[in-house]
């Protein structure tokens, strides 16, 4: 097949960024050892705040967004990759300054790509997404600070977003205490089905932060940022960790110092993006083995690659439970 279709976003000095169906031909796919025939993909926030202009996502124009895909190998001269092999792909700056996964086919530098565990299918792949890779970047993160289910509960923000819900169903099933935050009380039932143990209201946590609050969990899973952010690090206990994903309330961190130095508490970046092979490598076995199937499956729809114009406001605006698979074909 020598042409393809892609979603592509330009932008017009006139109109402004445009997002239209293009056919392509492989010889337009930028550098790379590895070509890729896409199976699924997904919509991330990221993806998002791509395709709606709301950031400077996107870096180069035009481009094929998407951040996130799963396939099979169609052409290879890295050496860990040949014909036939199924791959999975998040971040490396993919649908941001590279072409990406709203596509049929990619090419790509074959160190991007990690070899799909026959554990998961494609579908399942790209139901935990960056979203689900960075949920486990998080919890690796409170697990190398020595958080334990014996150490306290565990505050997981945006529970029913797609960070949030697999962080949920994870550590519920690694036997945490997990406490889940949410504007949403229409999915209590939903967050408590993946095995949140208490639902709170994220207005709970989105006012003026204290220096310090009473210690409610040793452990946090944040999206949100900002006064979120703040207020979830004075409620944290002693000796506690904070794995910061996310900014999707703001970018600002209106926080004392006080619980770093007199609470001992860690605050923890995570970075999906950049992050190295190795550290993906242990985050996608760990999800093969530590999610539970059909908890996964009933966080997921699937939707055709054809909606995910229609569902990146969707997804900005918080209306997007769980997760979404997108079918290429």
Known sequence: M???????????TETGQEVNWRELALS???DGDVLVRISHTTINYKDGLALQARAPVVRRWPLIPGIDFAGSVVESSHPEFKPGDDVILNG??????????YAQYARVNGDWLIHRSEKLSAAEAMAIGTAGYTAMLCILALEAHGITPNS???LVTGAAGGVGSIAVAVLAKLGYHVIASTGRSA???FLTSLGAAEVIDRAELS???RPLGKERWAGVV???GSSTLANAISMTSYGGTVAACGLAQGMDLPASVAPFI??????CGIDSVMAPKAKRVTAWTRLASDLDRDKLADLTVTEPLANVRDLAPKILAGEIRGRVVLEVD
């Open 2 to 12: 020598d042409r393809f279709k892609a979603l592509m976003i330009s932008r017009n």
């Open 222 to 224: 944040d999206v949100a």
């Open 262 to 267: 007199l609470r001992g508490i860690t605050l």
């Open 28 to 30: 337009e796919l930028m």
């Open 152 to 154: 306290g509960n565990i």
């Open 187 to 189: 999915e209590t039932e």
């Open 92 to 101: 490396w700056g993919v649908g941001e300054t590279h072409h990406g996964g």
């Open 207 to 209: 006012g003026k932060p």
